[in-house]
């Protein structure tokens, strides 16, 4: 058997998708500023929401029939933007076909999906602290364990089933439902924009910071920093607890 190459060259995204999440990303701010001031700036409100939108339709054409850089299957949000990127040197490390892979990233999204309205529920009852930090011990778990995964079945269970519930658990919808209970109603859509922003801001973070730690520490050593990172949803979270449901009951029949 020959000696493989070990660099291997990523490329993330192309020119015309970099350039689309800078014109939302700016679009956004001004669809959110201009709603919130109102009055003859209301115009420009409705021409950057008829924009986003047509960003967004063209966004997922290019999803599915678009360049390889370009569509979904080799990208995500937040951490999981980058785990594609691990794909051509856990293949190359176990001799693995890319069906493997994409078996346990269908069984993340899978799990995900199904996991999410509990997740929701739970946070309801119980407030959002506890299951944003209870999924981020989930994810971290599941990104530290994919590491190490050298068999299918184990990464079907790592990357899969315990990745696809800590995504669950501190995903943007739990945030997005914290906004709603916490801000005052004049500064939702305020606070909806800015946190849309801003999550999205985590494609333009993850992808390049996963090919610098691959190339950097390897692809093992970088899936545990991912999962170290994680962790930090935890603090953060406490900025965006809600009271538990007794609670609310309790404080309203005061």
């Given at each position: 058997?020959?000696?493989?190459?070990?660099?291997?060259?990523?490329?993330?995204?192309?020119?015309?998708?970099?350039?689309?999440?800078?014109?939302?990303?700016?679009?956004?701010?001004?669809?959110?500023?201009?709603?919130?001031?109102?009055?003859?700036?209301?115009?420009?409100?409705?021409?950057?929401?008829?924009?986003?939108?047509?960003?967004?339709?063209?966004?997922?054409?290019?999803?599915?029939?678009?360049?390889?850089?370009?569509?979904?299957?080799?990208?995500?949000?937040?951490?999981?933007?980058?785990?594609?990127?691990?794909?051509?040197?856990?293949?190359?490390?176990?001799?693995?076909?890319?069906?493997?892979?994409?078996?346990?990233?269908?069984?993340?999204?899978?799990?995900?999906?199904?996991?999410?309205?509990?997740?929701?529920?739970?946070?309801?009852?119980?407030?959002?602290?506890?299951?944003?930090?209870?999924?981020?011990?989930?994810?971290?778990?599941?990104?530290?364990?994919?590491?190490?995964?050298?068999?299918?079945g184990m990464l079907d269970l790592t990357a899969g089933v315990?990745?696809?519930?800590?995504?669950?658990?501190?995903?943007?919808?739990?945030?997005?439902?914290?906004?709603?209970?916490?801000?005052?109603?004049?500064?939702?859509?305020?606070?909806?924009?800015?946190?849309?922003?801003?999550?999205?801001?985590?494609?333009?973070?993850?992808?390049?910071?996963?090919?610098?730690?691959?190339?950097?520490?390897?692809?093992?050593?970088?899936?545990?920093?991912?999962?170290?990172?994680?962790?930090?949803?935890?603090?953060?979270?406490?900025?965006?607890?809600?009271?538990?449901?007794?609670?609310?009951?309790?404080?309203?029949?005061?």
């Amino acid at each position: 058997m020959g000696r493989q190459d070990a660099s291997v060259t990523i490329k993330v995204w192309d020119a015309p998708v970099r350039l689309f999440h800078w014109l939302l990303l700016a679009l956004v701010a001004v669809s959110v500023s201009t709603g919130y001031i109102g009055g003859n700036l209301m115009r420009w409100h409705v021409w950057s929401g008829c924009t986003i939108l047509a960003l967004l339709i063209c966004r997922l054409l290019g999803g599915f029939a678009g360049r390889a850089t370009a569509r979904f299957a080799h990208f995500v949000h937040g951490p999981r933007a980058a785990l594609g990127l691990f794909l051509t040197p856990m293949s190359g490390a176990y001799g693995w076909g890319r069906e493997v892979f994409a078996l346990a990233l269908a069984i993340q999204v899978i799990v995900w999906g199904i996991a999410q309205p509990f997740a929701g529920a739970i946070a309801d009852r119980f407030g959002s602290l506890r299951v944003l930090s209870g999924g981020a011990l989930l994810y971290c778990a599941g990104l530290t364990l994919m590491a190490y995964s050298k068999t299918p079945g184990m990464l079907d269970l790592t990357a899969g089933v315990l990745a696809g519930l800590g995504i669950a658990g501190s995903s943007f919808t739990i945030v997005i439902a914290a906004f709603s209970k916490l801000m005052p109603p004049h500064m939702r859509s305020l606070a909806f924009g800015a946190g849309t922003a801003a999550g999205s801001f985590g494609q333009f973070l993850f992808s390049p910071l996963a090919v610098g730690f691959i190339d950097w520490f390897g692809w093992q050593h970088a899936l545990v920093a991912f999962a170290v990172i994680t962790l930090v949803i935890i603090p953060l979270s406490a900025a965006v607890n809600t009271p538990p449901m007794d609670a609310g009951a309790s404080t309203g029949t005061r």
